[in-house]
Antibody, heavy 122, light 106 residues
Framework: QVQLVQSGGGVVQPGRSLRLSCVTS????????MHWVRQAPGRGLEWVAA????????YYAESVRGRFTISRDNSKDTLYLQMDSLRAEDTAVYYC???????????????WGQGTTVIVSS | DILVTQSPSSLSASVGDRVTIACQAS??????LNWYQQKPGKAPKLLIY???NLETGVPSRFSGSGSGTHFTLTISSLRPEDIATYYC?????????FGQGTKVEI
């Protein structure tokens, strides 16, 4: 069973920063693109960011572009989401997800983390 | 950005019913559409990719169809364990977007 284990959530004040992590096990991490998806309380899913298998390309939702940074360390099988200038509307459960595609192919999120809660509040 | 709109937002059906959920894209996305199932408090699960391809391990009562701008997810015979919210999601280009979800109840 492939696992993505997330950490790093919590309560943070508006304007502050937080970094989420997502570690894999029994998954060829360095061969797959990765994503972050979030879900605000009582709301639907929102795709947040994606990164190629080698980290050479990244993509963002307009709502987080310029504030969030997705990155990865393939030597540690770990995905990150650096969240800066946090706002109340960033409050959500954040999921990391692995893409089913290999290499630079991104098309479907088939492996998911357990989710981690981020609350932005003063 | 491409918008994807689902209908209905919720539905109530009986065990054994055929259930159909629609998803419409704001522009032609060929077959670049996925369907996910999410149960309360759980991460989403990929059901269908490429509009009509069943993900490994997903029961065959689930099927997807459509191309261009109109897509459908069908559950041929609803089972109690299918109670969940279903989302479509396009991958035609970035940013990817999800539909608003369809809550299926019994």
């Amino acid at each position: 069973q492939v696992q993505l284990v997330q950490s790093g959530g919590g309560v943070v004040q508006p304007g502050r920063s937080l970094r989420l992590s997502c570690v894999t096990s029994r998954f060829t991490f360095s061969s797959h693109g990765m994503h972050w998806v979030r879900q605000a309380p009582g709301r639907g899913l929102e795709w947040v960011a994606a990164i190629w298998y080698d980290g050479s390309n990244t993509y963002y939702a307009e709502s987080v572009r310029g504030r969030f940074t997705i990155s990865r360390d393939n030597s540690k099988d770990t995905l990150y989401l650096q969240m800066d200038s946090l706002r109340a509307e960033d409050t959500a459960v954040y999921y990391c997800a692995g893409d089913e595609g290999f290499g630079d192919l991104l098309f479907a999120m088939d492996v998911w983390g357990q989710g981690t809660t981020v609350i932005v509040s003063s | 950005d491409i918008l994807v709109t689902q209908s209905p937002s919720s539905l109530s059906a009986s065990v054994g019913d055929r259930v159909t959920i629609a998803c419409q894209a704001s522009q032609d996305i060929t077959n670049y559409l996925n369907w996910y199932q999410q149960k309360p408090g759980k991460a989403p699960k990929l059901l269908i990719y490429g509009a009509s391809n069943l993900e490994t391990g997903v029961p065959s009562r689930f099927s997807g169809s459509g191309s261009g701008t109109h897509f459908t997810l069908t559950i041929s015979s609803l089972r109690p364990e299918d109670i969940a919210t279903y989302y479509c999601q396009h991958y035609n280009d970035f940013p990817w977007t999800f539909g608003q979800g369809t809550k299926v109840e019994i």
